[in-house]
Every structure is written in C-alpha cells, then in structure tokens.
C-alpha cells in the first residue's frame, strides 16, 4: 500500500506545475503590480484542456510505472543487456501461459551504442519479441503474422 501511496503522490506532484502555467499576468495596476509597469513581451498564458491534463498524467504515468518495473527486476537479479529465459509455467504474475517460455531483458541502446538481436527460425509455434521504450509503447513487435518479419532488428 505504501508503494502505491507513493506512486499517487508522485503523479500529482509532478501535475502541479501544470496547473501553475495556467494563470494569466495581473493586469497593470492590479495588486502587487507597481503602476506604470508594463509585463515585458505580454503574451497571453495557454490556457490548458482538461484532455492535456489527463494526456500528461497518463504520459508521466506510464513512464513512472515502467520505472517502477525496472527497479523491481533489477533487485531480482536481472542485468543490463542479460537475457533471462524463464520455463514454461515458471512464471509468478497472474496467469501464466503454462506452455509459454518468456524471455525478458532490459536492452540500453542509446546514440552510442547499439544491439543487433537475432530470432533463430521457429517453426510449427507461435513467437513474438516485443520491444518497448521507456513508456511502455512498442517499438518493433518481429512475428511470424506481421506483414515484414524481420529475423532482425537493428538499431538506427
């Protein structure tokens, strides 16, 4: 529970600055304004939709949960660009595929290095390797039922 706690309290704090750009500059003369001063360059403040609020929230969101994730296998043990293949049914989130061997990693490719992955050819089963960026949006799904199936992907 605590955790979760956490979780809320980050979001919502990392909401509040955008609840502080929507105020507009005080009119000249208003309280607090010396008169005779004119608010340099005065350009009218955005005024944010509540479907920018709730865009960014789900974008901060998923970014915190992806985190989150990252630490958790980290302190089971995974490392950085190490494949850990698991058995068939050896898994312990909410239900397993018990005939269905997962292999996970967390892959750094960055503008200085780069990771060439390789899927050997499968046949008479299903496969699918699945690559995610940091906010848990696909980057590249390799299957046999995609329209270009690679056997490869490299990085740009």
């Known amino acids: 529970m605590p955790r979760a706690r956490w979780l809320a309290v980050a979001v919502a704090v990392a909401l509040i600055p ?19 001063t004119a608010t340099p360059a005065a350009t009218p403040a955005r005024s944010y939709t509540d479907q920018d609020i709730s865009d960014a929230y789900i974008y901060l969101l998923s970014r915190l ?3 989150r994730q990252q630490q958790l296998d980290l302190k089971e043990g995974f490392k950085w660009n190490e494949i850990v293949h698991r058995k068939p049914g050896a898994v312990d989130w909410a239900n397993p595929n018990l005939d ?3 292999s996970e990693a967390w892959i750094a490719i960055d503008e200085n290095s780069c990771t060439i992955v390789t899927v ?11 690559f995610l960026n940091g906010w848990g949006e696909t980057l590249a799904n390799i299957n046999e039922r995609s329209r270009r199936a690679p056997a490869t992907m490299r990085c740009a």
């Open 18 to 36: 955008l609840t502080a750009c929507n105020r507009t500059p005080a009119p000249e003369g208003a309280a607090g304004t010396p008169p005779g």
């Open 120 to 130: 050997p050819k499968i046949t008479g089963r299903y496969y699918t390797v699945q």
């Open 100 to 102: 269905v061997a997962y």
């Open 65 to 67: 949960l992806v985190l």
